[in-house]
């Protein structure tokens, strides 16, 4: 409405926790007028075509939580007490400051305000330690990706220097300064020369979401 696009001209710093189904809309609107923010969002809107590329070109990241980490939020009444009547306390819901909170495991900070953590360097074995300490078939090229897949974060090789397919979780580790994303398995109409955006294979069958990414610069 003009009255919140109004208060949002005069704010420094945004936060806050939009509707997941106008997510896209509201992130184009704090970039149209240059705004910082911190705002709650659907793990699923990583791979949006309208918010991939702001996360590709280092515009837009995640904040200081982890993927896996519960996120606690105040719901609406009814929905609340239907959780709580139905699912145990602990994950799906908990008390706190004397208040009932819903857990929403997809939830995370999405954020252009910088901080510590994005900076710090993941610390990774090579690919003949990873080879050697893993029970699964590391590696794998995909049928229809010049790239391999790496299916757990920290079995990403520090010395290999081609594409690799890693799950969306990796943002929770990625550091600008030591990786580029390059695409993503999902939307295509997200990168104009039309590599990425196309599910990826493997042995025929396609693989979850996953982020293509490469090392700067190679550890030898």
Not at 64 to 86: D, I
Request: aromatic content about 12%; proline content about 6%; glycine content about 6%.
């Amino acid at each position: 409405s003009p009255e919140c696009v109004e208060l949002l001209k005069q704010s420094d710093i945004v936060v806050t926790n939009p509707p997941f189904s106008l997510f896209r809309e509201y992130v184009k609107q704090l970039f149209d007028y240059n705004k910082k923010f911190v705002i709650i969002g659907n793990m699923n809107a990583i791979t949006y075509k309208e918010v991939f590329p702001l996360i590709k070109s280092n515009k837009l990241w995640l904040g200081n939580k982890t993927s896996s980490q519960q996120m606690f939020l105040e719901a609406p009444k009814e929905y609340t007490e239907r959780v709580m009547a139905s699912r145990p306390q602990g994950m799906w819901w908990r008390i706190i400051d004397g208040k009932p909170l819903i857990g929403i495991h997809t939830a995370l900070w999405f954020t252009n305000l910088d901080h510590g953590r994005r900076h710090q360097p993941l610390q990774l074995m090579t690919k003949a330690e990873v080879i050697k300490f893993t029970t699964k078939k590391p590696f794998e090229k995909y049928e229809n990706y010049d790239a391999i897949e790496v299916s757990l974060v920290k079995n990403i090789p520090s010395d290999y220097n081609g594409v690799m397919g890693v799950p969306v979780s990796f943002l929770d580790k990625y550091n600008p300064a030591q990786f580029e994303i390059l695409g993503s398995n999902r939307g295509v109409d997200q990168d104009p020369n039309k590599i990425y955006g196309k599910g990826s294979y493997l042995n025929g069958k396609e693989v979850y979401k996953r982020l293509f990414i490469k090392h700067k610069k190679v550890k030898k």
